[in-house]
């Protein structure tokens, strides 16, 4: 079992930049698979960036280029850094830990607005 809490949401105007955290707690956090994913208005969730246990990183071809993950094993966190925002960024933002289960946070909301 494993909890997570997403911060570092926001308003930010297109071309901005956010970085996003995801703090892990209640397991062991350096096993698990950890990934982004979205979701707008009327829209399916999508996975953005997904990072694995080992280091190895993909990425959705619609933010390749802008978007970085990243984790820090020691502080049980998996960052987000998003670059070059745009207005269709816009969305609720979740963290994902997935191994034997799978487990979300409750979202960070994205804005990407003038």
């Known amino acids: 079992q494993v909890q997570l809490v997403e911060s570092g949401g926001g308003l930010v105007q297109p071309g901005g930049s956010l970085r996003l955290s995801c703090a892990a707690s209640?397991?062991?956090?350096?096993?698990?698979?950890m990934g982004w994913y979205r979701q707008a208005p009327g829209k399916q969730r999508e996975l953005v960036a997904a990072i694995t246990s080992g280091g190895s990183t993909n990425y959705a071809g619609s933010v390749k280029g802008r978007f970085t993950i990243s984790r820090d094993n020691a502080k049980n966190t998996v960052y987000l850094q998003m670059n070059s925002l745009k207005p269709d960024d816009t969305a609720v933002y979740y963290c994902?830990?997935?191994?034997?289960?799978?487990?979300w946070g409750q979202g960070t909301q994205v804005t990407v607005s003038s």
């Open positions: 994902n830990a997935a191994l034997s289960g799978t487990f």
């Open positions: 209640g397991s062991i956090f350096r096993v698990y698979d």
